[in-house]
Every structure is written in C-alpha cells, then in structure tokens.
C-alpha cells in the first residue's frame, strides 16, 4: 500500500510500543483489567512503521490484527509488559507507551480458584511498577512518549505526568467523553511538552496515529533525517 507520509520521517527509527490492557491473575480463572481496546496503539504501530520505523508492539489482550512490518511481543501482566519493554533498552531511540497498564495487582494470585464461601470478601492489592517512568528514567534512556486518559482536569494532570515520569511527550486524552478514547473509534487529544502545547482534533485513530507520528519525529528526529 503506498505510504500515507510524504517521505520516511521515521526511517530506521528504533521504536517500543506499548499497547492494550493489561490482566494481573486474581486465580487461574479471574483477573483484573480495564476498557482498553489497543486501537490506538496499533494505530500508531502502524503509522510509525509506514514511516520507515523498526516497530515493535508489546500488546496486552487485543482482538486486534498486528499491523503489517511491525514485530509483536504478546504480554498478559504489567510486569510482563514491563520485562518486555526494559528488554528492549539500549535497542530503541524512541519508547511510545500507549498501553492502559492496571494500576493495582492481587497481592497474590490464589492457586485455586476461590469458591463464594462468604457473604463479603476482599482481595489486597498491590501497586503495580510504573513502565513509561523506569523507561524515561533509565541509562539509556529512548524519546519517551505517554498517554494520559483523564475524565476531569485533563491538562493539569497530563502535565503532572509529564514531569513526575520525566516525559518528552505526553498526549492527553479526555475519556469522559465516549465518542473519542477507549473502545471509540475517533479520539480528540492534546499533545503537550516543557515548554508548549497543540490540540488536535476529533478524528479516526488511524488518521491521529499519522499526525502523532509527523509531530514526533518533526520534533524529536528531524535533525537525524
Ligand atoms: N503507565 C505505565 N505503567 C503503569 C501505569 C501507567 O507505563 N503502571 C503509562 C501509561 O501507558 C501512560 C501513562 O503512564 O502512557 C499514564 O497512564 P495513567 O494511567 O494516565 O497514569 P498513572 O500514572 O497510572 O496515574 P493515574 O491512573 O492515577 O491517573
Ligand atoms: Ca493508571
């Protein structure tokens, strides 16, 4: 298929991608998860490797096809979407985290399944590693990219996130509205860094997926072309 870019404005460009939900085991039959449909993130999978990037795609659960000359890493847990994506430092120049990781994980999965004995129960949770912030903060640390999905106070928390995990990019995603973000096919966002911002308009992710990647590489890989 002929490329949506006018040239490759990401040829050769290493890129890690994290994708979907995540699913922290409650027992052998029951998890944890969230409303993550992956249309984003292999959205944008797909637009970076039309750009000439070497894509790989650490995908949670999705009923979604892999986008074509684009190598998926399936993953189930966020600490297995974590070993993933700490594996491939060193070996990526820009980490896009677009995944919608569980914050929290049962303290520990029971052996068996867990029978309706009471009338109440609980499960402890634990927090659950920060991906996006061990990759910015790491040694060898890639052009780091996340997502922010909020249903109040969209701006001021993205730009939180930006600083706290140390951010390049942070795109913010208003999920209080349901024509655009999780299962939607259209998505509204702004994308913010230090020292700026930009809104983008409702669109079809496909067609975001291909405005994120030109802001991307416009501003973090344009002096390498
Ligand atoms: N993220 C991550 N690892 C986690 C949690 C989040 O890599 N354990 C990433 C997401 O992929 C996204 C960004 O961090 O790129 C923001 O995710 P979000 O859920 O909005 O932020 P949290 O830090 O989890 O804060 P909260 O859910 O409390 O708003
Ligand atoms: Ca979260």
New binding site residues.
Partial sequence: AASIFNSRILDGVRLTI?AGPTREAIDPVRYISNHSSGKMGYALAAAAADAGAIVTLISGPTNLNCPERVSRVDVIS?QDMLDASTATLGKCELFI?????A?YRPAKAADQKIKKDNDSMHIDLVR??????TVANHSERPVTV?????TQDLLR?ARG?LER?NLDL?IANDVSNSAIGFNANDNAVTAIWKDGQCDIPQMGKNQLAAQLITLIAQKFFAETR
């Fill in positions: 994290t966020a985290a677009c995944a919608a990781v914050d659950n590693p920060d991906i996006v912030s996340g997502f922010a999905a909020e928390y996130k995990k942070i």
